[in-house]
């Protein structure tokens, strides 16, 4: 009884049910490795996993002064990948805080597989934070809004639905947070600011990542305090 148990439930677990779609970051995930064991950094870093919107940013650095963030983004990172890397990418570092930018579950696009609910996203993003916890316990983490695109604005409601299940757990758990990002990237009439994303309308510009750190860094200054 006890084995058909282990069974039952190794088959029902989002490891198991998601292994193949990770498979295609393995090699990418490797690279990140290799960094780890090349760069050194302070136990003050910030590290930050997620997508491509954390792996294209390059001004990262200059952005967050003084803050210094160690960036562990890749892809097309998706939540039901990211469970498969979650302690490798976390457990070699001593830091700060953890923070974390994944907005590619719904897209309305068919890659790999359908578009997740917002119940199964905030799923997923609870099993990322019962990994991080098993090696940095009290670490303060970071959960960063999916912003408002006009590539993906058709499935908004179910993007923006996804956001206010996280932040509601967020606000019941100790040690973490979550940073507001959709309204900075809105206009006045409720559309997507176009002005802050390349011709993709999907990934930010030097602009919008200008703001983008000007948000993070906030809720940095608000939430930590660094040694000297």
């Given at each position: ?22 498979k ?9 490795e ?45 939540y ?35 578009d ?113």
């Open positions: 009884m006890r084995y058909l148990f282990i069974i039952l439930f190794l088959s029902c677990s989002p490891l198991k049910k998601y292994e193949s779609f990770a295609k970051w393995e090699n990418d995930i490797k690279k990140l290799i960094l780890d064991q090349k760069e050194n950094y302070s136990d003050q870093a910030i590290l930050f996993i997620g997508s491509s919107s954390i792996r294209k940013w390059d001004s990262i650095k200059e952005d967050l002064n003084p803050y210094k963030p160690i960036k562990r983004g890749y892809g097309g990172a998706h039901y990948d990211l469970i498969h890397f979650t302690k490798r990418l976390v457990s070699p570092h001593k830091v700060k805080a953890i923070a974390i930018f994944v907005a590619n579950d719904i897209t309305g696009e068919k890659e790999g597989i359908n997740l609910s917002p119940k199964e996203v905030l799923n997923l993003a609870k099993f990322v934070v019962k990994q991080i916890r098993k090696t940095h316990k009290k670490t303060p983490i970071f959960f960063i809004e999916t912003t408002p695109t006009s590539s993906r604005w058709k499935v908004w409601n179910k993007i923006s639905k996804a956001n206010d299940l996280i932040k509601y757990f967020i606000s019941k758990n100790k040690n973490m947070f979550y940073i507001d990002t959709r309204t900075f990237y809105i206009k006045s009439n409720g559309m997507p600011n176009d002005e802050f994303f390349i011709a993709d309308k999907l990934h930010l510009n030097n602009k919008g990542y200008k703001l983008w750190g000007k948000i993070i860094k906030d809720s940095f200054d608000k939430n930590l305090i660094l040694k000297n």
